[in-house]
């Protein structure tokens, strides 16, 4: 499905308890307990690939390396991510250097780098409009991935027949 054409690709966490014996489970950066949930779409939007969960402290880059993201990106005809894909796809936004400024040309080209990563954004929010990856996911642990399996399979679901 991929094969030649360019895609996007991006993470996200999907919130669940802070279950006391799983501290991997705890993302500094969003400030909460979850999942890492890495997904894949084309740049009309379409949803190709989402992939199982990963322990929300767990990097994009890292995740990205970890899961059949990185093999898909290889056989496609390359990827867009943003600034925790640096090195490992094609076009990512540039980082600002440590204590000066990027010129104009960088902004520019962040802003349409961020421009053609909008679909990517609009699939996360298409995805997390699902109750189970939007709020705290307050099951027991060893459920978890049973329920996700099940609702990433109706999402495909849902979007391949137009349920939604």
């Known amino acids: 499905m991929v ?3 360019a895609c996007l690709v991006d993470g996200t966490i999907t919130p669940c308890w802070s279950y006391g014996d799983h501290p991997e489970l705890w993302s500094r950066k969003h400030g909460t307990t979850g999942f890492n949930a890495q997904l894949l779409s084309l740049l009309d939007g ?31 005809g390359g990827a867009i991510g ?5 090195g490992h796809v094609d076009a990512t936004p540039r980082k600002k250097p440590r204590g000066g400024q990027l010129s104009k040309s960088d902004h ?3 802003a349409e780098i961020s ?3 909008a679909p990517i954004e609009r699939v996360i929010a298409h995805f997390k409009s699902w109750r ?7 099951r027991p642990y060893h459920t978890y991935r049973d329920a996700y399996d099940a609702a990433r399979g109706l999402f495909f679901f849902s979007i391949t027949w137009g349920f939604e």
């Open 115 to 117: 421009a053609l990563r």
């Open 3 to 5: 094969k030649g054409r």
């Open 108 to 110: 520019e080209s962040n």
């Open 82 to 86: 943003d600034k925790g894909y640096q």
């Open 132 to 138: 189970m990856f939007h709020t705290d996911y307050r």
């Open 46 to 76: 379409t949803a190709i690939y989402i992939s199982d969960p990963l322990p929300g402290r767990t990097h994009d880059a890292k995740a990205f390396i970890e899961t059949p993201v990185a093999d898909i990106v290889a056989h496609s």
